[in-house]
């Protein structure tokens, strides 16, 4: 008899692990889902976006910090197309420079060698700065905690 409940607990253990792998697989990371679930019902993309880019430069900045290899999961270049807030802040020459330094520096991370990530994790925290001092200043008490 004893037997027979091992068999059994053991097997509601298996499908429990089971069930909760394949759960996982379907669940979105962190940071996708941030990028589909409005913190504000007014979010625009292109806030949602930049919410997802400073969640991800947040693991970027303990991968640098550890030596570890740096992952980007977020499609950065959106930041060119996503919908704004203020669309004509985003249509401007000026955000399209910025955004471009951006995507410029997020590409030079991806391609860096282990030696070169602390110059370039900055460079790419200070290309926030620099956007955000000029056109959108609101998130750079948060920004500031990147670096």
Do not use: W
Request: hydrophobic residues 40%; contains cysteine; aromatic residues 4%.
């Amino acid at each position: 008899m004893q037997h027979i409940h091992k068999i059994i607990a053991f097997s509601l253990l298996l499908l429990a692990l089971i069930s909760s792998c394949s759960e996982e697989d379907k669940a979105p990371s962190s940071i996708e889902a941030k990028i589909e679930q409005p913190t504000n019902p007014n979010d625009s993309e292109l806030a949602l976006l930049m919410r997802a880019m400073f969640d991800e430069a947040q693991q970027i900045k303990h991968q640098v910090a550890n030596e570890r290899p740096v992952k980007f999961h977020v499609n950065h270049s959106n930041i060119l197309t996503a919908s704004a807030t203020e669309p004509e802040k985003a249509a401007s020459d000026e955000f399209k420079a910025f955004a471009n330094g951006y995507l410029e520096s997020v590409k030079n991370m991806q391609s860096a060698s282990p030696t070169q990530m602390v110059s370039l994790y900055d460079n790419m925290v200070e290309n926030c700065m620099s956007c955000h001092r000029a056109i959108c200043p609101g998130p750079l008490t948060r920004i500031k905690k990147l670096q």
